[in-house]
């Protein structure tokens, strides 16, 4: 039972233009979402995070939405580079006062961003 | 500062035998977790050792799995008998508390088990 969902394997856009990562997740203990970012040959790399408290958290040219009633975000990257061409992970921790260590990861989307 | 480092880098061995997998977390990290990520699947989340607590092994797939961190700090994960199904990439991850949502992983130990 994949409990978060990443149902794009891969997916490529044109240097300049927005790129737009989903998740879906089916556990409503979920209460906190993070991007991962991962190079070939490199663990992955922590890029963005939210809350459930919140609907979007910005960084610079990376966007998190949150949309809690539909169990759903995305990750927009505005304007998109071609160094933004990796895997993206996204994962999924529940219970602020517990076992909110455990990360669950959906499998991965494959961006490339052509020049 | 270092990062997270993981030896070795790549592992060949015979189905049958016994591996170990090494992590050195980073200086000051209280908190270090393996994962595992198979062919095509998601980072599969095994063991988790915080400070001197007891750690939560409720991830290891089989009693084959077993990891131990001596001294607060370097990890060892070891498979024994291992077997084909066990081939995947083994990623090591520490944060600097309990608490710390944020992970830093090393470059993971691509284990292939003919």
């Known amino acids: 039972d994949q409990q978060v969902k990443q149902n794009s394997p891969s997916l490529s856009v044109q240097e300049g233009r927005i790129s737009i990562l989903n998740c879906d997740y089916t556990?409503?203990?979920?209460?906190?979402f993070l991007w991962y970012k991962k190079y070939p040959a490199e663990g992955p790399t922590f890029l963005i995070s939210?809350?459930?408290?919140?609907d979007k958290n910005e960084d610079g040219r990376f966007t998190v939405f949150l949309n809690k009633s539909a169990k759903h975000l995305s990750l927009h990257i505005v304007p998109s580079q071609p160094g933004d061409s990796a895997v993206y992970f996204c994962?999924?921790?529940?219970?602020?006062?517990?076992?909110?260590?455990?990360?669950?990861f959906g499998k991965g989307t494959l961006l490339t961003v052509n020049p | 500062g270092a990062g997270v480092s993981q030896s070795p880098s790549n592992k060949v061995t015979e189905k049958g035998k016994d591996v170990e997998l090494r992590c050195d977390p980073i200086?000051?990290?209280?908190?270090l977790y393996w994962y595992r990520q198979s062919l095509g699947q998601g980072l599969e989340f095994l063991i988790y050792?915080?400070?001197?607590?007891?750690?939560?092994k409720s991830g290891l797939p089989s009693d084959r799995f077993s990891a131990e961190r001596t001294g607060g700090s370097v990890s060892t994960l070891t498979i024994q008998r291992t077997q084909q199904e066990d081939s995947a990439v083994y990623l090591c991850?520490?944060?600097?508390?309990?608490?710390?949502?944020?992970?830093?992983f090393g470059p993971g130990t691509r284990l292939t088990v003919t």
């Open positions: 991850a520490s944060s600097p508390g309990p608490r710390w949502n944020e992970q830093y």
């Open positions: 556990n409503s203990m979920f209460d906190y």
């Open positions: 939210i809350s459930s408290i919140k």
């Open positions: 994962a999924a921790s529940a219970g602020s006062g517990g076992s909110n260590y455990k990360l669950t």
């Open positions: 200086s000051g990290h209280t908190a």
């Open positions: 050792f915080q400070g001197n607590s007891a750690p939560d």
